[in-house]
């Protein structure tokens, strides 16, 4: 079975500042993917970054960036430059790989991101 | 990214009818489909995995014959929620991968009275 854990419920960040958003997964599958999504009050899901496991590099899109530590299990996301925009609720999910395709997701239970004028 | 839509994006229903849902991948074809429910403040939960041309997988604790799934074509998923109660009333998303990334319809809210 797969695991996602979010252990920061609510985050509030100044509007410019960076914040880090963080997440630990537990899988016994060697090839998977790991995301981050945004919800916003709107409840559309938004993909906003993705890590490929077997990539040692980290995923930077923007104003995003993971810390992926594989041996930890650990994938932070950390926004950079924060926007009023930014506000929403984060999910870190995770997809293992089968016969080449994605399989479903396991969610984090999410961390709801304040951005403070 | 890729386009999924989904219709209704909010519905209301009287105890006792069904409701049917759609999602659709707009710019890709998609083998499997996925349906989640999620409650306020809460995260997604897997309802379903819809796989075109076979029957759907459901996740344990959901009613397959409450929530009856069929993926149509390879562009076209639909939920139907049958018989419905309020405690139905949730926000239903589905989502379907491209590749290896899921990319999410915009939810329905059902809400039966």
């Known amino acids: 079975a797969q695991t996602v854990t979010q252990s920061q419920p609510e985050m509030s960040v100044q509007e410019a500042e960076t914040v880090t958003l963080s997440c630990t997964y537990d899988t016994s599958e060697s090839d998977y993917y790991l995301f981050w999504y945004k919800q916003p009050p709107s409840r559309q899901m938004i993909l906003v970054i993705r890590q490929e496991a077997y990539k040692q590099q980290n995923a930077t899109e923007n104003r995003f960036s993971v810390n992926f530590q594989k041996a930890a299990k650990s994938f932070s996301l950390k926004i950079s430059d924060s926007q009023l925009g930014d506000a929403a609720m984060y999910f870190c999910?995770?997809?293992?790989?089968?016969?080449?395709?994605?399989?479903?997701?396991?969610f984090g239970s999410g961390t709801q991101l304040t951005v403070l004028p | 990214g890729a386009v999924v839509s989904q219709h209704p994006s909010w519905v209301i229903c009287k105890s006792g009818t069904s409701v049917k849902i759609e999602c659709r991948s707009l710019d890709f074809q998609a083998t499997t489909m996925f349906w989640y429910r999620q409650f306020p403040k809460q995260s997604l939960m897997l309802m379903a995995t819809s796989n075109e041309g076979s029957k759907a997988t459901y996740e344990q604790g959901v009613e397959k014959d409450k929530f009856l799934i069929n993926h149509a074509s390879l562009t076209l998923s639909t939920l139907t929620v049958t018989s419905a109660h309020p405690e139905d009333s949730s926000f239903y998303i589905c989502s379907a991968p491209p590749l290896y990334e899921q990319y999410f319809g915009p939810g329905t809210r059902l809400t039966v009275t």
């Open positions: 999910a995770l997809s293992s790989i089968s016969s080449g395709s994605a399989r479903q997701l396991t």
